[in-house]
């Protein structure tokens, strides 16, 4: 079953938590959770912030806590000028993965001054020694509801059921591993050359739902590269997420896949794509890794990005083929992002928006495709696509369910020569990075910090 509920934490929050609510001493401890939310129907909570409530201002036993109401207060003080929830997280040194009666009372007593204060959705959640995290959520008629699952993405992805499923981390490759996926969703930004692929392996390792997203339309010159398409799919101009959905929809049932036939660089389609677990960003456009980017980083999602190219050489005998190449990165929310690294730059957005709006002075730039310098309508690529999108899901798979020799810290990005026969992986370290200050800020407006995808600008 899909989960409805969950909450995500960053990495830096989640160690500053994990470290101060164990000290060493075996008694519990207590720390706030500031969490901005999810556009949407799916309810998502994200801790973008901390509150730690000191040591020596607590009463503290080994299965009994006390804490003063100033912590409560100074996170009110964080919370209140963006509206976020605020989240009650203490310590269960003994292992108790549930809440005590004392937990239900305390609760009782707090949460309703929490909404007295900020009208929202509060809760309260422990964490036991493993790391793991339970969490609950209470409406302002102080009806409780347990989190589905808490999730917090660093270089291996970390999901804490609430129901204790798969406490023991399922190993890749098999049916529990299926299991698990059946409960996550994935978004799939653009569906094209390669992201046909991306999707097509998403569906069969099992993921209970796959978001589709592309305004793009199936032609003669796609078939030859889009999985799924078909002669009667160019003829009658067919979405490309319609003709995705109906290829998912033959071997996994309806409503597994869920077609958003929308520019990523739109309001409705950020609101569809925050509702997932992870991102794949498969799109040809430096605009489009851009909003993802800006999605990954304001709802704490793991992205990863995917692209292939083949640049040429003009020589004596004319255009000839330099390289063969394809890049997978993995940018876990706080590590350095696409923009860091290089993967699309202001000038090169610059010159896509120009495209858009003026083509007669966009003629005079170099026009990049799957080849440059290469006047190819329907390249074949199909093979390249094939191998960059299977890396792409399988780094994803190592994220999950771990099975490297020297783990993952290593594996930020993968490059991939074919005509030098060689695989190159680079760590966070490799590139630079900057605090950015809107991580896990969520649904604020405008949306990812864009005037033109604010409510006012749509409406």
């Not at 207060?73 to 963006?82: F, V």
């Not at 067919?238 to 049932?253: N, P």
């Not at 063969?324 to 696409?338: E, H, I, Q, S």
């Not at 002075?361 to 960059?388: C, F």
């Amino acid at each position: 079953m899909m989960p409805a509920s969950c909450l995500t934490l960053t990495h830096e929050v989640y160690e500053r938590a994990r470290k101060h609510l164990f000290p060493g001493d075996g008694l519990e401890a207590a720390a706030i959770l500031v969490c901005s939310r999810v556009a949407g129907n799916r309810t998502r909570l994200l801790a973008h912030d901390i509150v730690l409530v000191p040591h020596s201002q607590c009463q503290r036993h080994a299965d009994f806590l006390k804490w003063p109401g100033v912590a409560v207060e100074a996170a009110i003080d964080k919370a209140e000028p963006t509206g976020d929830s605020l989240i009650l997280l203490h310590s269960h040194p003994g292992g108790f993965f549930g809440f005590s009666q004392l937990d239900d009372s305390s609760d009782q007593e707090v949460i309703p001054c929490l909404h007295h204060a900020i009208e929202t959705l509060h809760g309260s959640a422990i964490m036991v020694p493993t790391g793991a995290i339970l969490g609950r959520i209470y409406s302002k008629a102080m009806e409780c509801h347990i989190i589905d699952v808490v999730t917090m993405a660093h270089h291996d992805l970390n999901f804490w059921w609430a129901d204790g499923q798969f406490a023991k981390r399922p190993m890749a490759f098999t049916a529990e591993s299926r299991d698990e996926l059946g409960r996550l969703s994935a978004c799939v930004v653009g569906v094209s050359g390669t992201g046909s692929i991306v999707a097509e392996q998403l569906a069969r390792l099992g993921f209970g739902q796959i978001i589709l997203v592309d305004f793009d339309r199936v032609e003669q010159k796609n078939l030859n590269r889009i999985l799924n398409s078909t002669e009667s799919d160019a003829g009658l101009n067919v979405l490309k997420v319609d003709s995705m959905r109906r290829a998912i929809d033959s071997y996994r049932g309806a409503d597994v896949a869920l077609p958003v036939p929308e520019n990523i660089i739109s309001r409705t389609a950020v609101i569809k794509a925050c509702q997932a677990d992870v991102l794949f960003s498969c799109v040809d456009s430096q605009e489009g890794r851009q909003i993802v980017d800006l999605i990954a980083a304001f709802f704490l999602l793991p992205a990863f990005d995917v692209g292939v190219t083949i640049p040429t050489r003009s020589g004596k005998k004319g255009l000839s083929i330099f390289d063969v190449c394809a890049r997978v990165d993995y940018v876990w929310p706080g590590a350095p992002m696409l923009y860091e690294r290089g993967v699309y730059t202001q000038q090169g957005i610059r010159g896509e928006y120009l495209k858009r709006t003026d083509a007669a002075q966009y003629k005079s730039q170099l026009d990049e495709g799957y080849i440059p310098g290469a006047n190819e309508e329907a390249p074949s690529v199909i093979s390249l696509n094939m191998r960059a999108a299977a890396d792409a899901v399988l780094e994803f798979i190592a994220r999950a369910y771990p099975f490297r020799h020297d783990g993952n810290s290593g594996h930020a990005r993968r490059k991939l020569s074919l005509a030098a026969t060689a695989e190159d992986f680079f760590g966070e370290e490799y590139f630079p990075s900057h605090p950015f200050h809107f991580l896990g800020k969520g649904a604020q407006e405008p949306l990812l910090g864009i005037p033109a995808l604010s409510t006012e600008t749509t409406e």
